[in-house]
């Protein structure tokens, strides 16, 4: 994970702006939250906040994602997902997207909430532990509307690595707006169907 982190940083500073990751969580920290979420974090996500916990709090970062908030640190994930249990409706009605990839929820206890703004609100993004019957366990999603879900990669370090593509290839636009989210997911299916055939 680091070193993923390390080429969008570079590509970051070819823009002349940086990521602004700060320094990583203990292991302890991290054991401490899986406890009190009831949640085991997929692998790379652990590897993710141990190399860097979250994005510093300012309004000219890089994107971690396209259209994606801010990447939050270990403490404001465990209060969000926390808030997010006190909305949860379990009798909400389960929808799944047309693609399959993810369950339509706007609250979930099995959805890890990995970035957002100061408010949460806007384009959330999510470490996914309970997908749509096509989608991963651990995939990356994100709200690109009040209550449309797209998923981003199957993983975060797989997501990293689209995006990376997406950028170098020049396949992106430069807006800061959830759109680009839904741009990027389109290219992703794209992609993923040019290379099926």
Same mark, same amino acid.
């Given at each position: 994970?680091?070193?993923?982190?390390?080429?969008?940083?570079?590509?970051?500073?070819?823009? $002349?702006?940086?990521?602004?990751?700060?320094? =990583?969580?203990?292991?302890?920290?991290?054991?401490?939250?899986?406890?009190?979420?009831?949640?085991?974090?997929?692998?790379?996500? $652990?590897?993710?906040?141990?190399?860097?916990?979250?994005?510093?709090?300012?309004?000219?970062?890089?994107?971690?994602?396209?259209?994606?908030?801010?990447?939050?640190?270990?403490?404001?994930?465990?209060?969000?997902?926390?808030?997010?249990?006190?909305?949860?409706?379990?009798?909400?009605?389960?929808?799944?997207?047309?693609?399959?990839?993810?369950?339509?929820?706007?609250?979930?206890?099995?959805?890890?909430?990995?970035? =957002?703004?100061?408010?949460?609100?806007?384009?959330?993004?999510?470490?996914?532990?309970?997908? =749509?019957?096509?989608?991963?366990? =651990?995939?990356?999603?994100?709200?690109?509307?009040?209550?449309?879900?797209?998923?981003?990669?199957?993983?975060?370090?797989?997501?990293?690595?689209?995006?990376?593509?997406?950028?170098?290839?020049?396949?992106?636009?430069?807006? $800061?707006?959830?759109?680009?989210?839904?741009?990027?997911?389109?290219?992703?299916?794209?992609?993923?169907?040019?290379?099926?055939?």
């Amino acid at each position: 994970m680091k070193e993923t982190w390390a080429r969008l940083e570079r590509l970051a500073n070819i823009q $002349r702006i940086s990521l602004r990751l700060r320094p =990583g969580a203990p292991s302890a920290s991290i054991d401490a939250a899986e406890r009190k979420m009831k949640l085991r974090f997929p692998a790379d996500l $652990r590897a993710s906040i141990e190399a860097h916990d979250g994005q510093e709090d300012a309004d000219d970062l890089f994107e971690f994602l396209p259209g994606c908030d801010r990447l939050q640190p270990l403490d404001a994930i465990v209060a969000r997902w926390e808030e997010e249990i006190r909305l949860h409706d379990p009798n909400e009605e389960v929808f799944v997207s047309d693609d399959g990839l993810v369950q339509t929820l706007l609250f979930s206890p099995s959805r890890i909430p990995i970035a =957002g703004n100061r408010w949460w609100e806007g384009a959330n993004a999510y470490c996914d532990l309970v997908p =749509g019957p096509k989608g991963t366990s =651990g995939q990356i999603i994100v709200f690109v509307s009040e209550c449309d879900l797209v998923a981003l990669g199957p993983s975060l370090p797989d997501a990293l690595e689209l995006y990376i593509e997406a950028i170098e290839s020049r396949q992106l636009s430069d807006a $800061r707006t959830s759109s680009v989210a839904y741009e990027f997911a389109q290219w992703i299916k794209g992609r993923t169907a040019k290379r099926a055939t």
